[in-house]
T-cell receptor
Framework: AQSVSQHNHHVILSEAASLELGCNYS??????LFWYVQYPGQHLQLLLK??????LVKGIKGFEAEFIKSKFSFNLRKPSVQWSDTAEYFC????????????FGAGTRLAVHP | DGGITQSPKYLFRKEGQNVTLSCEQNLNHDAMYWYRQDPGQGLRLIYYSQIVNDFQKGDIAEGYSVSREKKESFPLTVTSAQKNPTAFYLC?????????????FGDGTRLSIL
């Protein structure tokens, strides 16, 4: 069965620190990969996505993620976080099974202190 | 503005009672989804629908029912058979026929047991 693993459940950083959130998935076929963000009191929003091509994808608000097929990973990065990046981040994978079915990771809560 | 509207924002259920969560979208999306979000578990798929009058069970459909009589509406009923209904429920939609289309999410309904 497909699964998504996010290794860090809670991350605490100071402003200007660099961020990397891990995401690994288990699926041997072609995948579409997503990172969603949920800011406090807001709905889930798409941060970035990978379908094909350049494995380094850029998203909104300075976020980027790198797809490493050999490691089944899609880690999210940001060189310098801000207080406004405090949110919960979800990695999601769409593999086979059709119908745009997404498998979500458990999420990582990021708290950025000023 | 197009989007997904979920209501109510908060809902309380008595033991043995069925409750219905509303989800309406004006994005002209064919596909709609219901997820349940629990702390530390990410999002789990309850039901999804690719077209009007058709829907499929997701990973945790037991104790839930849905209908899709109109393209823009996908209500979820939490039945008395669902023994642990306290959770945050998210509705999503996406365009059909394009497997790599991201899902758009509503603001969610928080259901609690009295």
């Amino acid at each position: 069965a497909q699964s998504v693993s996010q290794h860090n459940h809670h991350v605490i950083l100071s402003e200007a620190a660099s961020l990397e959130l891990g995401c690994n998935y288990s699926y041997g076929g072609t995948v579409n990969l997503f990172w969603y963000v949920q800011y406090p009191g807001q709905h889930l929003q798409l941060l970035l996505k990978y379908f094909s091509g350049d494995p380094l994808v850029k998203g909104i608000k300075g976020f980027e993620a790198e797809f490493i097929k050999s490691k089944f990973s899609f880690n999210l990065r940001k060189p310098s976080v801000q207080w406004s990046d405090t949110a919960e981040y979800f990695c999601a994978v769409r593999g086979s099974g059709g119908y745009n079915k997404l498998i979500f990771g458990a999420g990582t809560r990021l708290a950025v202190h000023p | 503005d197009g989007g997904i509207t979920q209501s109510p924002k908060y809902l309380f259920r008595k033991e043995g009672q069925n409750v219905t969560l509303s989800c309406e979208q004006n994005l002209n999306h064919d596909a709609m989804y219901w997820y349940r979000q629990d702390p530390g578990q990410g999002l789990r798929l309850i039901y999804y629908s690719q077209i009007v009058n058709d829907f499929q069970k997701g990973d945790i459909a037991e104790g839930y029912s849905v209908s899709r009589e109109k393209k823009e509406s996908f209500p979820l009923t939490v039945t008395s058979a669902q023994k642990n209904p306290t959770a945050f429920y998210l509705c999503a939609s996406s365009a059909k026929g394009f497997g790599n289309q991201p899902q758009h999410f509503g603001d969610g309904t928080r259901l609690s047991i009295l």
